[in-house]
C-alpha cells in the first residue's frame, strides 16, 4: 500500500472515530418514547400528560414519539401490528446510537397495547403471532420503566396492575400470563369503569388516566431510574428516531487538538508522495 493510501486510511478512520465521540456526547441520560391512541393525531396524545411529567422532571431528558397508524376499525389490527413493528424498531435504533442511555416507554390505550406486546410478546389475535418479546437485548437491557394505561391486553391478577378494574380488556391476555422480564419496571393503570382495558362505560374514565394517575406513575418511574433530575442539556423532543435530539458538549463537534495535528502532519506528508 501506497503511503499516501495509508494516510487517507488513517484520516477516515480517525474521522469516523471521533464521529462516534460526538453521537456519543450527544446522547441524553434518559430517553422517553411516548405512543399515542387510537384515532389521536401523530405525536404523543393522551401520553402526553406522563412523557411530559417525566421529561420536565429529568433536565436534559429528550423524548419521541412512536410512529404508527393508530387507526381503529378495521384497520385495527394491522394498526397494531405496524405499532408493535415501531415500538421495537425505534427503540432499537436509539439503543444502537446511545447505548448507555436509560429508556422510558409510555403508552396510552392502543399505544399501551402496542408497548405490552413488544416487551411482554403475543400472541394477540392477528396482529401478533408469537410470544417472544421484539425488543432486542440492548433496549431490554437499558429500559428503566414502562407505563401503560387503558391497555386493552389487561387482565387481572397481574402484579404491575394498577387501579381497580378485575375484568379483562377487549383483547385481554389469558388468564395466568406472565411478563417475567419486565414485570418489576411495568405499572399498568386500568379502572373498571374503562370499556377499553375493562368492561365498563365510561369513556371520561378511559381518557382520565393522566389527570388520576399522573403523579403516582411519575413517583414510579423516578424511583426506576434512581434520579431526582441532574442537569445535563436541553431537552428536546423528535418524532420518530433519525438522530440524537440532544444538545452536544459545549455545542463543539471538531476534532480532538492533538488528533487534529496528527492529521495536519499526515496530510502534509502525503503532499510529499
Not at 424498531?89 to 399501551?112: E, H, L, R, W
Request: net charge neutral; aromatic share 6%.
Amino acid at each position: 500500500m501506497r503511503v499516501n493510501d495509508i494516510i487517507i486510511s488513517a484520516i477516515a478512520t480517525a474521522s469516523f472515530a471521533d464521529a462516534g465521540k460526538v453521537r456519543r456526547a450527544n446522547c441524553p441520560n434518559i430517553h422517553i418514547f411516548g405512543a399515542r391512541e387510537t384515532t389521536a393525531p401523530p405525536g404523543f396524545g393522551s401520553a402526553s400528560t406522563v412523557v411530559n411529567l417525566v421529561q420536565n422532571a429529568n433536565d436534559g431528558a429528550t423524548s419521541e414519539s412512536i410512529v404508527y397508524p393508530a387507526a381503529g376499525g378495521n384497520d385495527y389490527a394491522s394498526s397494531v401490528s405496524a405499532g408493535v413493528l415501531a415500538v421495537a424498531n425505534q427503540t432499537n435504533t436509539f439503543n444502537q446510537m446511545c447505548p448507555d442511555s436509560k429508556i422510558v416507554v409510555v403508552g396510552y390505550s392502543q399505544g399501551a397495547q402496542i408497548v405490552d406486546d413488544a416487551f411482554c410478546g403475543g400472541p394477540d389475535g392477528t396482529s401478533l403471532n408469537t410470544s417472544m418479546a421484539l425488543v432486542s437485548t440492548g433496549v431490554s437491557n437499558m429500559v428503566a420503566a414502562i407505563i401503560l394505561m387503558g391497555d386493552p391486553r389487561h387482565v387481572n391478577g397481574l402484579p404491575y396492575n394498577v387501579g381497580n378494574a378485575t375484568a379483562g380488556g377487549f383483547a385481554a391476555r389469558p388468564v395466568g400470563f406472565q411478563c417475567p422480564s419486565f414485570q418489576n419496571i411495568i405499572q399498568a393503570y386500568c379502572d373498571a369503569a374503562d370499556p377499553f382495558c375493562a368492561k365498563g362505560n365510561s369513556t371520561a374514565t378511559h381518557q382520565g388516566y393522566g389527570r388520576e394517575y399522573g403523579q403516582a406513575a411519575l413517583q414510579f418511574v423516578q424511583s426506576k431510574l434512581g434520579t431526582s433530575g441532574t442537569k445535563v442539556s436541553a431537552s428536546s423532543t423528535t418524532n420518530g428516531t433519525n438522530g440524537v435530539a440532544a444538545t452536544s458538549v459545549a455545542g463543539k463537534t471538531e476534532l480532538g487538538g492533538e488528533r487534529m495535528w496528527m492529521l495536519l502532519a499526515l496530510s502534509g506528508l502525503a503532499l510529499l508522495y
